[in-house]
């Protein structure tokens, strides 16, 4: 369940980098996996 709003997270976060003209880079995914496995 809560890899499931980590997934929904990222792929937010992807979205709003490509809104921008930037990819997602990858420290924000490690930060985010990271976070998700303390929780």
């Known amino acids: 369940h809560l890899y499931e709003q980590c997934r929904d997270f990222l792929i937010q976060v992807q979205n709003i980098a490509k809104e921008?003209?930037?990819k997602c880079p990858?420290?924000?995914t490690?930060?985010?996996f990271?976070?998700?496995k303390k929780a």
């Open 26 to 28: 990858t420290k924000v």
């Open 34 to 36: 990271r976070f998700a």
């Open 30 to 32: 490690n930060q985010v």
């Open 20 to 22: 921008r003209g930037k």
